[in-house]
């Protein structure tokens, strides 16, 4: 075998699983080189805004979100009109204009992201929580309902 030739993990189940409605998933985006660049709260505020608007256009169920200064968190499922890597694919587009429109330059994500669908014994109010808890856990804020920046599009919380 020739020792020049890599060979790349496959990191992406099976493309139907995130075409699957109401399978809940737990995503992390991260920014290129994990630098923080959403520490302008106007940046933040639109980041937040159009996955809102998005998931909303492709009724795509955010049960929890957090959006820290060099990823995000969410914790979503699919619908009937999206699945998920395409919802992830907007959500970076659109958001990589409007971190340009702020200034910024070049490409902002890492390529891909993270994925984890929740298992039977895996519950989402807790997964939600630990995403809630994130800034907290990071030392931004005391109480997870300080940061401005975490919710649920789905559950009043």
């Not at 660049?37 to 933040?44: A, E, G, S, V, Y």
């Not at 969410?74 to 907007?90: D, M, N, P, V």
Request: charged letters at 30%; proline letters at 4%.
């Amino acid at each position: 075998m020739n020792k020049d030739i890599k060979f790349h993990k496959k990191i992406r189940l099976d493309t139907e699983i995130y075409k699957t409605p109401n399978l809940p998933c737990f995503i992390t985006i991260c920014t290129k080189g994990k630098i923080p660049i959403f520490t302008n709260k106007c940046l933040l505020e639109s980041v937040r805004q159009i996955i809102k608007e998005v998931s909303s256009a492709d009724e795509i169920p955010i049960y929890a979100y957090c959006i820290m200064p060099n990823h995000i968190h969410l914790l979503l499922s699919a619908s009937e009109k999206q699945g998920i890597i395409e919802f992830i694919r907007e959500i970076k587009g659109r958001s990589t204009k409007l971190a340009w429109d702020h200034g910024l330059n070049g490409k902002i994500w890492q390529k891909s992201f993270y994925d984890h669908f929740l298992r039977r014994d895996e519950d989402v109010s807790e997964t939600g929580i630990y995403i809630l808890n994130n800034p907290v856990r990071k030392g931004l804020v005391k109480e997870w309902k300080e940061y401005k920046f975490c919710g649920s599009f789905v559950y009043d919380l």
